[in-house]
């Protein structure tokens, strides 16, 4: 019974990672036209680097969490991308892939 529950803790976390890059993706077209209007004419300054930079990085971590989703497997050892995905925060979940 510990084990269903704990596959089905892992397929919930998994499918919220997927919605969430939906709603990431929505939100990016959602504001593209205004982002477009004030951020795309206007010249490079400091604030402007901040914002494409915090704009853009949930791309590239939504990316990394769903390669992670879709490419691990059982008996496979994945602990270089979770270090790299983790920023080594947790290296006591990077032994192994789920």
Known sequence: MVASLENTGIQTAKYCNVAGLGVLIFDYFLMLEPEIRWT?????????????ISRYMAFVAAGMTSYAI????????????SRASNGDRYPEHSASCH
């Open 40 to 52: 795309w004419n206007r010249r490079w300054s400091v604030a402007r680097v901040l914002s494409v």
């Open 70 to 81: 879709l490419a691990t497997r059982a008996n496979v050892n994945c602990s270089n991308f």
